[in-house]
């Protein structure tokens, strides 16, 4: 699809959004207290992705995420994602970067992120 | 080290012990409308909002698609330890079709690697998630340790 020569560099961004997720109720704790189970995190992502993607991300999203620090409970979470080429094999697929932040900025995990971007 | 989790090293590594690389297991699953409403609550994700297909109906949160099967492989069992379930430190996911809230999604999944890094017991499971039509809905490896309970840095088996 031809739109999507436009898209690298699109940047997109939600959030800052709080951190209270359980999983199941229980609470998760490390060495610095209570933390946000990864799960909101992907949960975050996915939001931002559908949003920009909608029907399509349901077809032919795909994402590898790592996780490197917790989200402290009650801390904010900002997810950010910028498109960044398109796939050698299908020039409708876009491939972004994906990362999560906390309010301070500091890389809380990184990934990978592709979607068919023409409807 | 504490006694807590010495105890709980204790149990986590005699379950790892347990699981074999190649072994796989088959569950069958269904998400309802309040299954999906209390993840989007919990996660503050906008449901139904963009989770629709193109007749209106309601959609599963492709994230969650995941999280249930996560207890398997003994992750879920009632000891505490373990029950905690540790945490994905890594995930792949591609997702092929929607799976509609009520729908049957047939999982099956394999652990691919288990290893011991930094003091964490470690598995690493493919999943497939597969609709009632018999196509499949979506795929995702995932690292995932058993447990919180780590060996502290300066054990032999912290580094």
Same mark, same amino acid.
């Given at each position: 699809m031809s739109d999507a020569v436009n898209l690298i560099g699109l940047e997109i961004s939600r959030g800052p959004i709080q951190g209270i997720s359980t999983v199941g109720g229980s609470d998760l704790v490390t060495n +610095?207290?209570?933390?946000?189970? +990864?799960?909101f995190h992907f949960a975050q992502m996915t939001e931002l992705l559908v949003g920009q993607f909608q029907q399509n991300w349901f077809t032919s999203g795909q994402l590898s995420v790592r996780y490197l620090k917790p989200l402290q409970q009650g801390e904010e979470l900002?997810?950010? =994602?910028?498109?960044?080429?398109?796939?050698?094999? +299908? =020039?409708?697929? =876009?491939?972004?970067?994906?990362?999560?932040? #906390?309010? #301070?900025?500091?890389?809380l995990a990184v990934g990978d992120a592709s979607c068919i971007w023409a409807l | 080290m504490s006694d807590a989790n010495s105890k709980a090293l204790t149990l986590i590594e005699a379950h790892f012990n347990t699981l074999e690389i190649g072994s796989s297991l088959e569950l069958d &699953?269904?998400? &309802? !409308?309040?299954?999906?409403?209390?993840?989007?609550?919990?996660?503050?994700?906008?449901?139904?909002?963009? @989770?629709?297909?193109?007749? /209106?109906? &309601?959609?599963?949160?492709?994230g969650m698609i995941?999280?249930?099967?996560?207890?398997?492989? /003994?992750?879920?069992?009632?000891?505490?330890?373990?029950?905690?379930?540790?945490?994905? !430190?890594? !995930?792949s996911r591609a997702f092929r079709q929607p799976i509609r809230v009520n729908e049957a999604v047939h999982f099956r999944g394999q652990i691919t690697d288990k290893y011991l890094r930094r003091g964490y017991y470690y598995i690493v499971v493919d999943w497939t998630?597969?609709?009632?039509?018999?196509?499949?809905?979506?795929?995702?490896?995932?690292?995932? !340790?058993?447990?919180?309970?780590? @060996?502290?840095?300066?054990h032999p088996k912290g580094g």
């Open positions: +610095n207290g209570p933390v946000v189970p +990864n799960v900002v997810v950010k =994602a910028k498109v960044i080429s398109y796939d050698h094999d +299908n =020039a409708d697929r =876009a491939n972004l970067s994906v990362w999560c932040e #906390n309010i #301070n900025g500091e890389l | &699953s269904i998400f &309802s !409308t309040d299954d999906v409403r209390e993840y989007a609550r919990e996660n503050n994700i906008n449901w139904p909002g963009h @989770y629709l297909d193109q007749n /209106g109906q &309601s959609l599963v949160v492709p995941f999280f249930r099967p996560a207890v398997g492989f /003994g992750l879920g069992e009632p000891n505490p330890p373990l029950a905690r379930a540790g945490f994905f !430190t890594r !995930t998630a597969t609709g009632v039509d018999g196509v499949v809905a979506a795929t995702g490896r995932e690292w995932h !340790t058993l447990g919180w309970a780590r @060996y502290p840095k300066n």
